[in-house]
């Protein structure tokens, strides 16, 4: 049974003002508290961060004049405490009396005036002489662009070159969907206060985020998250949604896929996915394909079983592949749609007859991929047929046709656009890309946080595909889903660490997947 408690939930910045305001409340925790525990747990991850002993490091803070500022005060505070040099810049005004400089200056910290005609020769200066930069500037509440002075201010840190460190979200990041401000300041790690934001985590990987999110534990009771319904799709959710095994079981109980994949064209392609959901633990694995490609794959695939489908000029044969699939359906749990299928009259005519017969994929979970996806767009209501037992896995191209919207509004609010075709096609959604996000019909969302460019390659999406169809033989689709791809992009990452993200192929992938599932299956 899945623990929600352990999982590392993802909130907007409503959903986390209301968190905290619940947490106030409660009559637990002040805002001053809550504040230094922010405060103390960005600067105990700084003085890890330091590649410099601390005698030797010079902090440089940028304080905006809300929350995020007096974060950032709080941990400068705390810094200096430890003897190391921090400076703390004003970049935007706070209270003269602030109690939160008072204490900062008491316990060491230096305070600069950058002065309205020196601030650009000013804070240049400081950046200079700063071993990293830490933006506690403007925080998850950015509600207009950014304007000058602040404009040319991030410009003095960027060109400095100096390591950033954002509290929470860098400064221009919009919490909510992730676009950045082209005149915001870009960090190399961002430190999440208590919970992922869902814009950062839903975009993590474009360059404004860095090579890491932090997630700083300030103790968030678990009774103000329970009921969230984003998660990050980590290592920790994975380790619970790995399949048990018994001992005494037996290849029956652990689920029949069957893959409906391949033509003459895209052998290649079927050779990954079955591959892949050979690995992924199914008990039994079957490749319907026509004749052309199980004659170059028999030989070098011995592990599954054949299903030989007839073709002629026109693909396969439809009226002929239509009955054997229909007559195999039965005994499977799973069943993966369009890995190298084409786009011939054959392979459509057949797509159309499996998406109109309901009584075929009763109490079967069908995984629509590629040439599958493509197919069904311009068929009406072709989801019905599946009664709700679906995952489709596309790429956003296949996904815009699939909306009837451009690739780039797909791109501007990728977590609207899955979200909606889960909803609207009743099914599991998973929108591929640097980073993954996986939804239901309900709302639930899990976002895969693991940007790999590696995967930016023809092939790695037949991997994932088969990948998914075995665990989905014995898994509910959602945990399936989400478990496929967090071990393949675990799997890419070992893969690209020995051949390198240039020379690491699709079939690499399939070579480390017994190591990924060791990984969760380790203690």
Same mark, same amino acid.
Request: charged share 20%; glycine share 10%; hydrophobic share 45%.
């Given at each position: 049974?899945?623990?929600?408690?352990?999982?590392?939930?993802?909130?907007?910045?409503?959903?986390?003002?209301?968190?905290?305001?619940?947490?106030?409340?409660?009559?637990?925790?002040?805002?001053?508290?809550? +504040?230094?525990?922010?405060?103390?747990?960005?600067?105990?991850?700084?003085?890890?961060?330091?590649?410099?002993?601390?005698?030797?490091?010079?902090?440089?803070?940028?304080?905006?004049?809300?929350?995020?500022?007096?974060?950032?005060?709080?941990?400068?505070?705390?810094?200096?405490?430890?003897?190391?040099?921090?400076?703390?810049?004003?970049?935007?005004?706070?209270?003269?009396?602030?109690?939160?400089?008072?204490?900062?200056?008491?316990?060491?910290?230096?305070?600069?005036?950058?002065?309205?005609?020196? +601030?650009?020769?000013?804070?240049?200066?400081? %950046?200079?002489?700063?071993?990293?930069?830490?933006? *506690?500037?403007?925080?998850?509440?950015? =509600?207009?662009?950014?304007?000058?002075?602040?404009?040319?201010?991030?410009?003095?840190?960027?060109?400095?070159?100096?390591?950033?460190?954002?509290?929470?979200?860098?400064?221009?990041?919009?919490?909510?969907?992730?676009?950045?401000?082209?005149?915001?300041?870009?960090?190399?790690? %961002?430190?999440?206060?208590?919970?992922?934001?869902?814009?950062?985590?839903?975009?993590?990987?474009?360059?404004?985020?860095?090579?890491?999110?932090?997630?700083?534990?300030?103790?968030?009771?678990?009774?103000?998250?329970?009921?969230?319904?984003?998660?990050?799709?980590?290592?920790?959710?994975?380790?619970?949604?790995?399949?048990?095994?018994?001992?005494?079981?037996?290849?029956?109980? &652990? *689920?029949?896929?069957?893959?409906?994949?391949?033509?003459?064209?895209?052998?290649?392609?079927?050779?990954?996915?079955?591959?892949?959901?050979?690995?992924?633990?199914?008990?039994?694995?079957?490749?319907?394909?026509?004749?052309?490609?199980?004659?170059?794959?028999?030989?070098?695939?011995?592990?599954?079983?054949?299903?030989?489908?007839?073709?002629?000029?026109?693909?396969?044969?439809?009226?002929?592949?239509?009955?054997?699939?229909?007559?195999?359906?039965?005994?499977?749990?799973?069943?993966?749609?369009?890995?190298?299928? *084409?786009? =011939?009259?054959?392979?459509?005519?057949?797509?159309?007859?499996?998406?109109?017969?309901?009584?075929?994929?009763?109490?079967?979970?069908?995984?629509?991929?590629?040439?599958?996806?493509?197919?069904?767009?311009? +068929?009406?209501?072709?989801?019905?047929? &599946?009664?709700?037992?679906?995952?489709?896995?596309?790429?956003?191209?296949?996904?815009?046709?699939?909306?009837?919207?451009?690739?780039?509004?797909?791109?501007?609010?990728?977590?609207?656009?899955?979200?909606?075709?889960?909803?609207? &096609?009743?099914?599991?959604?998973?929108?591929?890309?640097?980073?993954?996000?996986?939804?239901?019909?309900?709302?639930?969302?899990?976002?895969?946080?693991?940007?790999?460019?590696?995967?930016?390659?023809?092939?790695?999406?037949?991997?994932?595909?088969?990948?998914?169809?075995?665990?989905?033989?014995?898994?509910?689709?959602?945990?399936?889903?989400?478990?496929?791809?967090?071990?393949?992009?675990?799997?890419?990452?070992?893969?690209?660490?020995?051949?390198?993200?240039?020379?690491?192929?699709?079939?690499?992938?399939?070579?480390?997947?017994?190591?990924?599932?060791?990984?969760?299956? =380790?203690?």
């Amino acid at each position: 049974m899945l623990d929600v408690s352990s999982t590392t939930k993802i909130v907007t910045s409503s959903e986390m003002q209301a968190i905290e305001e619940r947490w106030f409340a409660s009559g637990e925790i002040s805002i001053e508290n809550l +504040m230094d525990r922010v405060g103390r747990a960005v600067a105990d991850w700084i003085a890890d961060y330091l590649t410099v002993d601390e005698n030797q490091a010079n902090v440089l803070v940028l304080v905006g004049k809300g929350n995020n500022g007096g974060d950032a005060l709080v941990a400068a505070r705390y810094l200096a405490e430890r003897g190391i040099n921090t400076t703390a810049a004003m970049l935007l005004a706070r209270p003269a009396n602030d109690p939160l400089i008072t204490a900062f200056v008491g316990a060491g910290g230096n305070v600069a005036e950058l002065g309205e005609r020196t +601030m650009v020769r000013r804070l240049s200066n400081l %950046c200079n002489r700063a071993t990293l930069i830490v933006d *506690g500037v403007l925080g998850i509440n950015l =509600s207009r662009p950014i304007e000058e002075p602040l404009t040319t201010l991030f410009d003095v840190a960027k060109n400095s070159e100096k390591p950033v460190v954002a509290i929470d979200v860098p400064s221009g990041a919009n919490s909510e969907d992730g676009s950045f401000d082209s005149h915001g300041l870009p960090a190399d790690v %961002c430190l999440a206060v208590g919970l992922h934001k869902l814009g950062p985590a839903a975009r993590f990987g474009d360059d404004c985020y860095g090579e890491e999110i932090v997630v700083l534990d300030v103790g968030t009771p678990d009774r103000l998250t329970t009921n969230l319904r984003r998660e990050a799709n980590d290592e920790t959710l994975a380790r619970q949604l790995l399949p048990a095994r018994s001992k005494t079981a037996h290849k029956g109980d &652990f *689920g029949r896929a069957l893959l409906f994949a391949g033509s003459d064209t895209y052998v290649g392609a079927a050779s990954l996915a079955v591959q892949a959901c050979l690995r992924s633990g199914a008990g039994m694995v079957t490749l319907a394909t026509p004749v052309s490609a199980y004659q170059a794959l028999a030989g070098d695939v011995s592990e599954t079983t054949y299903l030989p489908l007839n073709e002629d000029v026109n693909g396969v044969l439809p009226g002929p592949a239509f009955n054997t699939l229909v007559e195999h359906i039965p005994a499977m749990h799973s069943v993966l749609i369009g890995v190298g299928l *084409g786009l =011939s009259y054959g392979a459509r005519e057949l797509i159309s007859r499996l998406t109109s017969d309901f009584d075929i994929w009763r109490g079967h979970t069908v995984v629509l991929d590629a040439d599958g996806l493509t197919m069904v767009s311009v +068929m009406d209501r072709w989801w019905e047929v &599946f009664r709700g037992n679906l995952i489709i896995t596309p790429h956003p191209g296949e996904l815009s046709r699939l909306l009837g919207i451009s690739i780039a509004e797909v791109e501007a609010d990728r977590v609207n656009a899955v979200l909606t075709a889960a909803q609207r &096609f009743d099914c599991v959604a998973v929108l591929k890309g640097a980073t993954t996000l996986i939804a239901t019909p309900n709302g639930r969302l899990r976002v895969n946080m693991e940007p790999n460019d590696a995967l930016a390659r023809g092939g790695t999406g037949d991997v994932l595909a088969g990948l998914i169809a075995g665990l989905a033989a014995k898994s509910d689709p959602f945990d399936a889903a989400s478990l496929g791809v967090y071990i393949h992009s675990l799997s890419a990452k070992f893969a690209s660490e020995r051949y390198t993200r240039y020379a690491m192929t699709a079939g690499d992938l399939i070579d480390y997947l017994p190591r990924a599932f060791r990984e969760l299956a =380790s203690e």
